[in-house]
């Protein structure tokens, strides 16, 4: 559908949600930019559990891409900020997100639009719902509340 798409997270503990939206984005986009958080930019946003480190998540998030034939079509970035290469990148065709980080591609779309670039379509993946029916997130699965998979333990 897209040559290139862009998608973004912490993909902290990549689990079932996560795996959903990376399927997405490699099925709508020939090749796909995936940033993740930087170590500094999680400081920033003040998280307030343990967040395994960026070199943690990256080996993790390469180890699923190289698994499923993807790593190839990859493009991994830190991301330093909630725009990451989207404000600049002219090469990107869209950009995939979850229902939960929707209104931030809205928002990259305005700044995109006051910089004089033309807005990304937005391919939103829906939320997967654990065994109780709501979201599956790496903070419930922290907590102990559910597995990876959204089992409930």
Not at 48 to 64: C, N
Not at 77 to 105: C, H, M, Q, W
Request: charged share 30%.
């Amino acid at each position: 559908m897209f040559e290139i798409v862009a998608m973004g997270g912490t993909f902290d503990m990549l689990h079932s949600g996560h795996r959903a939206l990376i399927m997405k984005a490699f099925e709508v986009g020939s090749h796909v930019l995936i940033g993740i958080c930087s170590d500094d930019f999680l400081k920033k946003l003040r998280k307030s559990r343990g967040i395994v480190s960026y070199a943690q998540r990256l080996e993790e998030l390469k180890t699923f891409l190289r698994k499923n034939g993807f790593l190839e079509r990859a493009e991994i970035t830190p991301l330093n900020d909630a725009y990451g290469v989207t404000l600049f990148d002219k090469r990107i065709d869209a950009i995939v997100v979850s229902e939960e980080t929707e209104p931030r591609a809205r928002e990259i779309n305005e700044k995109r639009k006051s910089l004089g670039l033309s807005p990304l379509p937005i391919v939103t993946v829906k939320m997967v719902l654990s065994e109780d029916h709501y979201p599956i997130s790496s903070t419930r699965i922290w907590f102990e509340e559910i597995d990876r998979e959204g089992h409930l333990l």
